[in-house]
């Protein structure tokens, strides 16, 4: 008994672990979706539940699913004490051993299979790093352009194309200000032109009034605080020491990566880099 008891016990310490793994892995995947909210749910984050409901059912029913039914066998007269034992030891050598072994490497597979982690999407990953702020300032300079000083912004402007799948995600979901010191008229009329020219205003969600431009690195900070956003970006240390007391969270693109001057100040090298894009 105790032998013929051991396969069933052997099985069913299996199906625990399964129902372990995938309670697991139910819980990062609900904590994840339930971190979003559920006024902001996209059609993604819908898409994501529907997936996770049906692949709860799936398994479900795999688990609950009976094995296959089995043929009656037409009754027969009992088989003498030597026939029985011939048949018993037929059997035994008819029966494969590998059977229970690729019944379990199904299962794993399949339980792999269900268990692999999603990768989030891009919206996922700006609407979780920028705690679901729903406005945003952010300087042109270094972050968005190539171009490092106002100087060179007489010359030429150019827009890095790596930061440019990050920047129209945010417009998407966030009220979103750019802004730069800039040295003359001309200089503004080829930022605008740049940004048009890369992309940055068919996405709907940035327009050219929410570029702004001045004169001064005080002027930046007067737009910042009147803005009152939620996100600051900046790559002048002095700006975000500044206003690290009147706005909630601030990134600081700076490529040495600088000690944290505040606990609502975070940094990067690059605003791509901070949402994971390279």
């Known amino acids: 008994m105790a032998e013929s008891s051991s396969p069933s016990l052997s099985s069913k310490e299996d199906l625990i672990q399964l129902i372990k793994r995938f309670g697991a892995y139910l819980t990062v995947k609900m904590s994840n979706l339930f971190s979003i909210s559920f006024h902001n749910l996209d059609s993604r984050s819908v898409g994501a539940i529907a997936g996770l409901a049906l692949a709860i059912v799936f398994t479900w029913r795999m688990f609950r699913s009976p094995g296959a039914p089995q043929r009656r066998q037409p009754k027969r007269q009992a088989p003498s004490t030597s026939n029985s034992v011939g048949s018993t030891q037929a059997n035994a050598t008819s029966t494969p051993f590998g059977a229970s072994s690729s019944s379990e490497d199904l299962r794993t597979q399949i339980a792999d299979a269900l268990f692999q982690p999603v990768k989030p999407t891009l919206g996922q990953v700006v609407r979780q790093k920028l705690s679901e702020g729903r406005k945003v300032t952010c300087r042109l300079l270094g972050v968005i352009l190539e171009e490092s000083c106002p100087e060179e912004l007489q010359k030429q402007v150019t827009v890095k194309s790596s930061v440019l799948e990050a920047l129209l995600e945010i417009t998407k979901f966030c009220d979103l200000y750019l802004m730069e010191r800039v040295l003359d008229d001309e200089s503004e009329k080829k930022v605008l032109l740049a940004l048009e020219t890369a992309g940055v205003f068919t996405s709907g969600g940035l327009v050219k009034d929410k570029v702004l431009f001045c004169g001064t690195e005080i002027g930046r900070t007067s737009f910042v605080r009147q803005l009152?956003?939620?996100?600051?970006?900046?790559?002048?240390?002095?700006?975000?020491?500044?206003?690290?007391?009147?706005?909630?969270?601030?990134?600081?693109?700076?490529?040495?990566?600088?000690?944290?001057s505040a606990a609502n100040v975070f940094s990067s090298p690059s605003l791509e880099q901070f949402f994971g894009c390279v």
Do not use: C, G
């Open 228 to 260: 009152e956003p939620d996100w600051h970006i900046d790559t002048n240390p002095e700006i975000v020491s500044q206003l690290a007391r009147f706005i909630k969270y601030q990134l600081h693109i700076s490529p040495s990566r600088p000690e944290r």
